[in-house]
């Protein structure tokens, strides 16, 4: 499998914001988001025991498999080994591909991008990135099934614009407010 890395921190956004997690970045991806923020195309082949093996030298029992689009390569193979070890597993995906076949990922974070189909089964937090009020149309994300509805203010790498669309991504959930706000706290607090 083609890893761009593993690593150990908190979750810095979404529902589980503040959780010690190791992080398994998959390399690549299906889309191509002119605001991502992830150098995720380095790689380094791995197998699944020795994905497995990287993960379980930290202390944490979550593990959150993302990307670029981990569907790419995901196997319900790993999954399994990773919860033989007893993690729980999260995938953070953005829901343009169904997971593999009998892949039992415990928490499903669907970052849905505009103009890309959503073909999952199963979604357990929608996590929408919010580019500004009259810049983007988040309605039709309200009738996607979720348990959690997660709304992000995107991150243009200008302090100002940020502070605009924060302040609109706020009233928008006021006025809307099956979301919840999700800040990047992990850019926040500068850890990775």
């Known amino acids: 499998m083609k890893i761009n890395e593993i690593f150990y921190s908190l979750q810095g956004e979404g529902h589980f914001t503040g959780t010690p997690a190791v992080f398994v970045r998959f390399s690549g991806c299906n889309l191509k988001c002119p605001f991502?923020?992830?150098d995720h195309l380095p790689y380094t082949e791995l197998s699944e025991q020795e994905i497995v093996e990287s993960v379980a030298i930290f202390g944490a029992k979550h593990v959150v498999i993302t990307g670029g689009e981990p569907t790419l390569q995901l196997s319900a193979s790993?999954?399994?080994?990773?919860?033989?070890r007893g993690f729980f597993v999260q995938i953070e995906t953005n829901g343009s591909r169904r997971l593999p076949e009998s892949c039992n990922i415990?928490?499903?974070?669907?970052?849905?991008?505009?103009?890309?189909?959503?073909?999952?089964?199963?979604i357990d937090e929608l996590k929408v990135l919010f580019h500004g009020k009259g810049k983007c149309d988040i309605s039709a994300f309200e009738d996607i099934k979720a348990?959690?509805?997660?709304?992000?203010?995107?991150?243009?790498?200008?302090?100002?614009?940020?502070?605009?669309?924060?302040?609109?991504?706020?009233?928008?959930?006021?006025?809307?407010p099956i979301w919840r706000l999700s800040l990047q706290t992990h850019k926040m607090t500068g850890i990775k």
């Open 78 to 84: 790993l999954v399994g080994l990773l919860h033989d």
């Open 36 to 38: 991502c923020d992830t």
């Open 147 to 176: 348990q959690c509805y997660s709304l992000q203010p995107l991150d243009t790498k200008d302090a100002e614009l940020n502070n605009i669309i924060i302040k609109e991504t706020i009233d928008h959930i006021l006025d809307h």
């Open 106 to 122: 415990d928490w499903v974070t669907c970052s849905p991008k505009e103009g890309a189909p959503i073909r999952l089964e199963h």
